[in-house]
Nanobody
Framework: QVQLVESGGGLVQPGGSLRLSCAAS????????MGWYRQTPGKQRELVAT???????NYADSVKGRFTISRDNAKNTVYLQMNILKPEDTAVYYC??????????????WGQGTQVTVSS
């Protein structure tokens, strides 16, 4: 089975920075899209940023200019650099990937989630 392992969450003051990482391992043919979503209690999970295999990126308007998504294809890892963090960025952040795991199967997988708390 393919596994996504997230790291990098924590507590940070407003205006601070964090860098999230998500590494995929297991039986992987190709990873097409990787991204980050976030969710707070009682709210829908929302898109934060995505990046395709060729490096094309997409950001939520709320994080554009502050967050940067990147990937290391050799390591099957996606990163989210979060700068100028605001209290409203507080959420559980989930790694997301759309990938091919077998010759006949494409899958959408989620990481375990990592808590990001922005507070003074």
């Amino acid at each position: 089975q393919v596994q996504l392992v997230e790291s990098g969450g924590g507590l940070v003051q407003p205006g601070g920075s964090l860098r999230l990482s998500c590494a995929a391992s297991g039986s992987i043919f190709n990873i097409y899209t990787m991204g980050w979503y976030r969710q707070t209690p009682g709210k829908q999970r929302e898109l934060v940023a995505t990046i395709t295999s060729d490096g094309s990126t997409n950001y939520a308007d709320s994080v554009k200019g502050r967050f940067t998504i990147s990937r290391d294809n050799a390591k099957n890892t996606v990163y989210l650099q979060m700068n100028i963090l605001k209290p409203e960025d507080t959420a559980v952040y989930y790694c997301h990937t759309y990938l091919r795991t077998t010759i006949f199967r494409e899958s959408v997988l989620w990481g375990q989630g990592t808590q990001v708390t922005v507070s003074s």
